[in-house]
């Protein structure tokens, strides 16, 4: 198999276009031609090159019109055009509309092989048409990433419970969603509750249902989430926040595949399929005793890990165009690409918050955007904004864990047993963590009167 980095050169001087086939062969790249825009289309879809190399100033299609057409099949595939001194206003026009680059003729052999290697670093395949239905909402073509999906589609055909891990916003729900629609279930409901974001005394009653008077406000019987994901696949995210007292509950509605609804007797056949995802670490969980040994092997019998954002770099410019064109549409903006170098200063970023990160970078450049091109300037302020965003975050969650134990130790009038009990957590730990706050005990005891 060919591995060689593939280039589609275009050109209507059959001499030119001989000579660039050499040099660019002689590169050690894999080069086919086209001696015109209508057989470079027709290229496109045989070869599915790495980047395309066009003249501008061609009869019947010229490149501008070439790149327009291949924007619509390929938006992730660059597009360097080489242009005479009398079109170089028409290359700098098609630069603004996303073209990656333009050189004059006659053409440097040098500058030009170090655009093409600035192109490939960037580049990204052409998407088949043929994409399978099941994984469409998945945007790669990351090798970690086929390797997770290839094995998510084996394990799709069977009803084994799967754990999903992975980074926050590494897109968990996503390959949860995709896995149920390869399943034998795709028809049937999938039903996804965040076990983190819904208080712990309701999390039950949705999970369960319940009968009308079952609890003040139960004005009306609800069924349940198991039984409205009856026949499909339920997906427990973030299923390491689940509360202990339920976990217990759980795992006996997966051993008995019934549950009962709060307020009555009455139980009920469930058959759905569990998917569960997390970004803890279960094991640590469970060495600490805040998660169950016996659930966590219930639900993880087969285990997907997916990788970071930054272990998976060459998606970059394919979501950031596909999250580009999607948010131009919403917010109908004339929007048309990211310029060679905001779309490298992306590529390079940490990414800590993964692929959900990447949306929200993208969304606000495109809300603040009053040009066709995505500049590196727009791009440099996005990532600080998000930087800071994050960091403000990390710093809320620390004042209120620090705030969270001084009113503990209020309650508590500064005894530690209690406290710790109150917080769920052991003495070790809560010592740690009062030691973390430079929190101390014994400001919190109530103050003795003084006596004569």
């Known amino acids: 198999m060919n591995t060689h980095p593939r280039i589609l050169a275009v050109d209507d001087d059959t001499d030119l276009l001989k000579l660039l086939s050499v040099r660019l062969k002689a590169a050690g790249y894999e080069v086919a031609t086209a001696a015109n825009g209508e057989r470079a289309l027709v290229a496109l879809a045989t070869m599915r090159p790495q980047v395309v190399i066009t003249d501008v100033r061609m009869d019947g299609m010229d490149g501008v019109a070439l790149f327009e057409e291949i924007r619509k099949q390929s938006p992730g595939l660059p597009v360097i055009m080489l242009t005479a001194h009398g079109t170089i206003p028409d290359a700098v026009s098609a630069t603004q509309r996303g073209v990656f680059g333009y050189l004059t003729k006659p053409v440097d052999p040098r500058a030009l092989l170090a655009e093409i290697e600035r192109a490939l670093a960037i580049s990204?395949?052409?998407?088949?048409?043929?994409?399978?239905?099941?994984?469409?909402?998945?945007?790669?073509?990351?090798?970690?990433?086929?390797?997770?999906?290839?094995?998510?589609?084996?394990?799709?055909?069977?009803?084994?419970?799967?754990?999903?891990?992975?980074?926050?916003?590494?897109?968990?729900?996503?390959?949860?969603?995709?896995?149920?629609?390869?399943?034998?279930?795709?028809?049937?409901?999938?039903?996804?509750?965040?076990?983190?974001?819904?208080?712990?005394?309701?999390l039950e009653s949705e999970l369960f249902g319940y009968i009308k008077g079952a609890f003040t406000g139960a004005v009306r019987d609800s069924k349940g989430l198991f039984l409205a994901a009856h026949g499909g696949t339920l997906f427990f995210d973030e299923i390491g926040d689940m509360p202990q007292a339920l976990q217990v509950k759980i795992l006996r509605v997966l051993q008995e595949r019934q549950i009962r609804p709060l307020g009555t007797t009455q139980s009920h056949d469930i058959d759905v399929r569990v998917v569960s995802a997390t970004h803890r670490d279960l094991e640590s969980e469970m060495k600490s005793g805040r998660f169950r040994e016996d659930l966590y092997y219930r639900l993880n019998v087969v285990e997907l890990a997916l990788p970071?954002?930054?272990?998976?770099?060459?998606?970059?410019?394919?979501?950031?165009?596909?999250?580009?064109?999607?948010?131009?549409?919403?917010y109908q903006k004339d929007v048309l690409g990211f310029a060679p170098e905001a779309l490298e200063l992306l590529i390079a970023a940490s990414w800590p918050g993964n692929v959900r990160q990447l949306y929200n970078v993208i969304e606000q450049v495109v809300a603040l955007s009053t040009t066709t091109l995505v500049s590196l300037t727009m791009v440099e302020q996005a990532l600080q904004d998000a930087q800071r965003a994050m960091d403000s975050f990390e710093g809320a969650r620390k004042r209120f864990e620090r705030e969270y134990l001084m009113q503990l130790l209020k309650i508590t009038a500064g005894n530690v047993t209690q406290?710790?009990?109150?917080?769920?957590?052991?003495?070790?730990?809560?010592?740690?963590?009062?030691?973390r706050h430079k929190l101390d005990p014994a400001h919190f005891k109530p103050v003795k009167p003084v006596t004569d």
């Open 124 to 202: 990204v395949p052409t998407p088949t048409a043929a994409r399978e239905a099941w994984r469409r909402e998945i945007i790669t073509c990351s090798a970690l990433m086929e390797g997770v999906l290839a094995k998510a589609h084996l394990v799709a055909a069977g009803d084994a419970a799967v754990l999903i891990t992975g980074e926050s916003g590494s897109g968990k729900e996503l390959l949860a969603r995709a896995i149920h629609n390869a399943s034998s279930r795709a028809a049937k409901p999938f039903i996804a509750i965040n076990c983190g974001a819904i208080p712990e005394q309701l």
């Open 308 to 330: 970071r954002l930054a272990d998976r770099r060459e998606d970059i410019p394919l979501l950031a165009r596909h999250f580009l064109t999607r948010v131009a549409a919403q």
């Open 419 to 435: 406290a710790a009990k109150l917080a769920k957590r052991n003495r070790t730990e809560f010592y740690k963590l009062l030691g």
